[in-house]
């Protein structure tokens, strides 16, 4: 089954200690991304990547870090979390690129920093 | 830089109503438009898009939606909605010149029996 998988779906944690949550896909994606869902906020970018090591800033990069080492996996790295990054965060991929194609979307991590 | 504005953060309505979900984009020469679906506890998915062509568009579950390049609208519509259909709508616009997809706020449909 094509997918998008990320891990944990839920996390609470405290504020300083660093966390990963991996995401990976099954469909051969060139395109990944993070997005972070707030209340009346909608979906905004963190970090985007067109392909194995190229990855770029989206909207709300503070305090994130990301790699792509290999094509399915894109983890996103807390390094010292912060109340302000509670929230629930979506990885995407596609195949195509965004503006055109169709974006699949994990079932999303809920992270509270306590 | 291109933006998304969905007016409405919530829309109740009874089942078998109709119900029409708004989206507006700020101008630009060419758009791609989108609408995706998120229901109770999982991620998005796509309804319906836009990327040429006909300006009505045909999505899943019944789902349809309008380009209207003059109002700069991508408006979504079901003639008669179920109980199933509770999720949060977001529109999407892109342009391109760009890689981006910019979200909307979301529209909370809440389906009444």
């Known amino acids: 089954e094509a997918q998008v998988t990320q891990n944990p779906r839920y996390l609470i944690t405290v504020t300083g200690k660093k966390l990963t949550v991996t995401c990976s896909q099954n469909m051969n994606h060139e395109y990944m991304s993070w997005y972070r869902q707030d209340p009346g906020l909608g979906l905004r970018q963190i970090y985007y990547s067109m392909n194995v090591e190229v990855t770029d800033k989206g909207d709300v990069p503070e305090g994130y870090k990301v790699s792509r080492k290999e094509k399915r996996n894109f983890p996103l790295i807390l390094e010292s979390p912060s109340p302000n990054q509670t929230s629930l965060y979506f990885c995407a991929s596609s195949l195509l690129r965004p503006n055109t194609g169709e974006l699949f979307f994990g079932e999303g991590s809920r992270l509270t920093v306590l | 830089a291109q933006s998304v504005t969905q007016l409405d953060s919530q829309v109740p309505v009874f089942e078998e109503a109709p119900v029409e979900l708004r989206c507006n984009y700020s101008?630009?020469?060419?758009?791609?438009l989108f609408w995706y679906v998120q229901y109770p506890n999982q991620g998005l998915q796509l309804l319906l898009k836009?990327?040429?062509?006909?300006?009505l568009v045909k999505g899943i579950n019944g789902f349809e939606a309008e380009f209207n390049k003059s109002q700069t609208s991508f408006h979504l519509r079901k003639p008669s909605v179920h109980i199933s259909d509770t999720a949060e709508y977001f529109c999407?616009?892109?342009?391109?010149?760009?890689?981006?997809?910019?979200f909307g706020t979301g529209t909370r449909l809440q389906v009444f029996p």
């Open positions: 999407a616009v892109s342009d391109l010149n760009t890689d981006k997809l910019i």
């Open positions: 836009y990327l040429s062509g006909s300006t």
């Open positions: 101008s630009s020469v060419s758009v791609y």
